[in-house]
């Protein structure tokens, strides 16, 4: 029983260790999800998310009309200076065809183009609970498996992080509101529970398009599980309140790791109203370009010239002995 107790023991410190560090082993994605997680990808790492999408939007009062199209969402993200500091620019461009109807027969289509979404900002971790007052991450308890996989009231405390960024939408847009152009501010705070068992919940508030026509507010809440080492389930129901659209969007899916800096997802996208009715499918996938370099911790002992030259002396008898083993070796002794 001793070596699965063992075995547990690490891979429970493993998980925790992924969990609650900004930088992971393995990739962090925001995807399939439109959330974003309060913590970064970690300084040096370059991480790109991307999916193309189906959608078919439909609305039965008059005037009735749909939607048919695709698109592609995609998000470039970088971990700058500090581990709680990333830079991200996160699109979303869509080529659909809209077609009203006038009824006897008559109707009229509109192809369309253009980015709903073309943004540029940065995130910054403000509080971390999982961080001692010392500024180390908390240690797990490696003598008993079901105390890291227990509930604590701790965890009820959630990571906060905010977000700034700039909007770039084009003249005559027909993805914005009339006269939505230019630049214009975004801001968020994203909060991040992490619960025993696998489990994350994500909040995101949104206050977009600041200062113009057709600002509006969102509101997402994401919650995740994770049932093993490749496999990842979520669901998510996002809110937009503006006086051009108005929606409260649900989406199921999940995720699936295919290497440690490689992951591919899948979700679907639909809501309860007919103002219009949305339905959406998309196929995505993370990859982690990682050049993160763990930083070197000065504890404070420093060793003085004596000391030195007794570690420097211990070190050369340790390898002649080491040397004189291997020699023993190739003559066949144990």
């Known amino acids: 029983m001793k070596p699965i107790k063992k075995a547990l023991a690490i891979i429970t410190f493993l998980s925790v260790q992924c969990l609650f560090a900004q930088y992971t082993e393995v990739i962090n994605s925001n995807r399939p999800g439109v959330s974003k997680s309060a913590f970064s990808v970690g300084t040096n790492v370059a991480q790109l998310e991307v999916g193309p999408y189906i959608i078919k939007e439909e609305r039965t009062p008059n005037p009735r009309n749909e939607v048919s199209g695709f698109g592609v969402d995609f998000t470039a993200r970088y971990g700058l200076f500090f581990e709680q500091l990333e830079i991200n620019l996160e699109g979303s461009y869509q080529n659909d065809t809209r077609t009203i109807f006038a009824g006897n027969g008559i109707s009229s289509e509109d192809e369309r183009s253009n980015f709903k979404q073309f943004t540029l900002g940065a995130k910054y971790l403000v509080y971390d609970p999982y ?62 529970n992490n619960f025993a068992g696998g489990w994350v919940l994500i909040t995101n508030f949104v206050k977009d398009r600041i200062g113009t026509d057709f600002s509006d507010f969102q509101y997402i809440i994401t919650l995740t599980h994770s049932f093993s080492p490749q496999w990842v389930v979520f669901a998510e129901t996002q809110g937009i309140q503006s006086d051009f659209y108005a929606d409260n969007l649900l989406r199921f899916g999940g995720g699936y790791l295919w290497s440690k800096d490689f992951q591919l997802d899948t979700a679907l996208t639909f809501n309860t109203k007919d103002t219009p009715s949305v339905f959406g499918i998309n196929f ?46 190739d003559n066949g002794s144990l």
């Open 284 to 329: 995505g996938m993370s990859y982690r370009f990682d050049f993160h370099e763990d930083k070197e911790i000065d504890n404070g002992n420093k060793l003085d010239d004596t000391d030195k030259r007794k570690t420097k002396k211990k070190k050369k008898g340790k390898k002649k002995r080491a040397d004189d083993f291997d020699d023993d070796d």
């Open 131 to 192: 961080k001692t007052k010392d500024g180390e991450e908390e240690k797990p308890n490696l003598y008993s498996y079901h105390a890291n996989r227990s509930f604590t009231w701790k965890s009820l405390i959630p990571a906060v992080a905010v977000y700034a960024g700039a909007n770039f939408d084009t003249e005559n847009n027909p993805y914005t509101g009339p006269g939505v152009e230019g630049i214009s501010p975004k801001v968020m705070i994203a909060t991040q």
